[in-house]
């Protein structure tokens, strides 16, 4: 059973700095992981979108990485801004006897305080 | 409509009923998910279907049912509603054919008292 892990559970910086978001799963035999954002009492947003075969997917200030063979990935925030106050998800797609299920992590709460 | 559309917004249900959880793509996505999200608890899987004719359980199945009739819809039935089923829901669609994201709908919220 894939199990999905986000550390820290909460983090709070000051606005500017650079933070970088863990995401571990315990099965690597996935198609691909995605990172969503969810602000509060709202649906998921996609973020970006790794595949299995890549190892990493920029998008704007935004940058993911995954090593499947040690079961992790990253979310790399630069220049962090108030706006990016929310919770961040990440979500493994699983293959194999896993196939068909997206696992999802219990997020990470970031605050950005000016 | 554009993306997934989940009715209601939110609903507030006496024990026992039952009650039938909306779910609309027009992105003909083969595969549709169903989860509840609690505090402290995360997002859970409930059930899914990776084309229309065929359902899965998932993590937290039991006092659900679903169907995929067609490959637009995919509802979610409780059949006697029971306090520990508040929370709220999203519904989530995903072409697995092209390995491509997941998208959301907007969450039902699910008060049951």
């Known amino acids: 059973k894939q199990e999905v892990t986000q550390i820290p559970a909460a983090l709070s910086v000051p606005e500017g700095e650079n933070l970088v978001l863990n995401c571990s799963f315990t099965d690597s035999a996935i198609y691909n992981l995605q990172w969503f954002r969810q602000d509060p009492g709202k649906g998921l947003t996609s973020l970006l979108l790794?595949?299995?075969?890549?190892r990493e997917q920029t998008s704007g200030r935004l940058n993911a990485s995954l090593d499947k063979s040690s079961g992790r990935s990253t979310l790399y925030i630069a220049a962090s801004q108030p706006g990016d106050s929310a919770t961040y998800l990440c979500a493994a797609f699983g293959s194999g006897t896993s196939y068909g299920k997206l696992t999802f992590g219990q997020g990470t709460i970031l605050t950005v305080h000016p | 409509i554009a993306g997934i559309t989940q009715a209601p917004t939110s609903q507030i249900l006496a024990a026992g009923r039952r009650m039938t959880l909306r779910c609309t793509q027009d992105m003909r996505h083969n595969a549709m998910y169903w989860y509840r999200q609690d505090l402290g608890l995360g997002l859970r899987l409930i059930h899914y279907s990776n084309t229309a004719g065929t359902t899965g359980k998932g993590e937290v199945p039991d006092g659900y049912s679903v169907s995929r009739a067609n490959t637009d819809d995919f509802p979610l039935t409780l059949a006697s509603a029971v306090p520990s089923q508040t929370s709220v829901y999203f519904c989530?669609?995903?072409?697995?054919?092209?390995?491509?994201?997941?998208?959301f709908g907007q969450g039902t919220r699910l008060t049951v008292v």
């Open positions: 989530a669609s995903r072409e697995t054919n092209m390995n491509t994201e997941a998208f």
């Open positions: 790794i595949q299995s075969s890549q």
